[in-house]
């Protein structure tokens, strides 16, 4: 491909860089991305060839499980995700829009409902089971913060495949066939993934297991032990609570003054308690249940907000402000379960180790007092109890190690749905004895446009200097002419050219008007690793031959060009 053809607008302009990723910058500036519209981008020529890379090793991988394609609508039907029961429960991360004649309508975000149906209407028999099939296909989510380019858009590419299966134990076998694959599909992009164990969020299901790769940008946080195999993404990460082993009998309550002594450090150093004594108790608001709830954990832990909404069934969970709570007849920093009058209005949850917390602290619900020897389910009854707080450095592993945290990129995920959706939706198989069973099913996600960005956040140099992974390289070699007004240097190249293409080998051929020291940085921003310099000594008959990753350079002649392309591969 003759660079002058090709429509790849690098640009030199330097963006504030810490307000995005080093990936952003390196993708905006090698000229492979447009923003149209926040979180939404126009792939420009050089991102669509790397893209269809990625889709093809894909397809490559999921055809050795005998994974089928098709193509799903984007536009889906209301109806559908009624009888799912997801219409109401997604949130306002689902596009929903109506047709002319009113109907609803939302552009698929993940493609459960479209797949159950056609299955449903379809299968019949165990004899057809199991079954999977996958597509390639554009979706839609209305992320509250896009951020980081293709990282978290609100239009991307997904790879969704969905299997159906007899049994649970089938789904299993599958289920880890699937994450084989995933982990070759992702290796041959050139990233490095681990697998966590995950929250199964608006997709719903029973176990879920995500595909990271480490990054400083990554938006998850991964928690893992370098003793034993445990590793989990923070959403569901546990620990093993020390406090519990506190050996304490139960005191009486009693009601105290704590002259402005309203936060967990202030009332830990004037009880002279350490923090892991305390209880904290927080207020949160569900938008579409309505309702309220105040939340108890242990003082020196923070709240999970995925594992709360798990835990009550909330969607749209989010804060009390200063006003609302005041509202509600609490006062901030004395807020506690203990004889609280507006009781009613507020479900209360508590996290499982306040059970255990022996002789714990509870705001007072008036200014400057607390309670102390606070004790569950003595003093409050929960309307919901489990773990709720999130893993804290120094937490330790069930094996008895320290935890670690690192930072990761989702690339993928998967779902053993089982039969949430079959069962809403009637997809059933009559067995063997004619009986109608509910299909097993499992669910599985790669994010196409995010696998490009996280490559590029993993093997850029820098924000204006990248080589890409082997099977992803746009082209196999990159070729510059220094001078197009030198006919030496043009005739020698256009020979190397046709010589690279005569022997299958894809070149971008950098024929343009411009000056070398700007063809060299667009080149180091297309990342080619292997580039091949027509200049000076055109006239001896020589060209330079440069391995961009180990840096390793030769002058040579065009019938060693073959030779070292083979051996720079
Ligand atoms: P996240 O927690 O990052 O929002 P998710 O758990 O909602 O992801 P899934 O529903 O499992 O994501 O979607 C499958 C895959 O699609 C993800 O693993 C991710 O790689 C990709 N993906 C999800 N949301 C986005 C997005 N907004 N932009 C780009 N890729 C996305
Ligand atoms: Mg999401």
Known sequence: MKQSLMFIPTSRKEIDEDVTSKSYLLMQKAGMIKQVAAGVYTYLPLANIILKKIEAITREELAKIDCVELLMPTLQPKELWDESGRWNKYGPELMRLQDRHGRDFCLGPTHEEIITSAIRDHIKSWRALPLSVYQIQTKFRDEKRPR????????????????FHTDFADLGLFYDKMSLTYENIFKRCGLNTIKVSADNGAIGGSDSTEFMSISEVGEDTLVYCKHCDYQANLEKAVAIYDEAKLEEDLKDLEFIDTPNVASIAEISEFLGYNPNRTAKYITYFDELAKQYYLVVCP??????????????????????????????????????????????????VVDESVAKLKNHTAGGNMVDKHYINVNYPRDYQADFIGDIK????????????????????????????????????????????????PMQM???????????????????????????PKELQPFDVHLLVVDIKKEEQTKLAQEIYDLLIANNISVLYDDRAERIGSKFADS???????????????????????NRATQEQHDIEIKDVMTLVNDNQ
């Open 524 to 546: 180091d921003l297309i990342g080619i690793k292997n580039r091949i310099v027509v200049g000076k000594k055109a006239s001896d008959g020589l060209v330079e031959f440069l």
């Open 442 to 468: 499992g669910s599985y996600g790669i994010g196409i446009s995010r696998i490009l960005m996280a490559v590029v956040e993993s093997h850029a140099q820098n924000n204006s200097e990248i080589i890409w």
């Open 299 to 348: 003082g020196n832990y923070e709240i999970n907000e995925t594992k709360l909404a798990n835990l009550i069934g909330a969607s749209e969970l989010r804060l009390l402000d200063d006003e609302e709570i005041k509202e509600q007849g609490l006062i901030k920093g004395f807020i506690g379960a203990v004889n609280l009058e507006t009781k009613d209005k507020f479900k209360l």
């Open 390 to 437: 999130e893993v804290a450095s120094g937490d330790l592993c069930h094996c008895g190690h320290e935890l670690v945290f690192a930072k990761g990129i989702e690339v993928g995920h998967i779902f053993k749905l089982g039969d949430i959706y079959s069962t809403a939706m009637r997809c059933t198989y009559l067995d063997q004895n004619q009986k109608e069973v």
């Open 148 to 163: 980081f380019g293709l990282m978290r858009s609100r239009e991307f590419i997904m790879k969704d495949a969905y299997s």
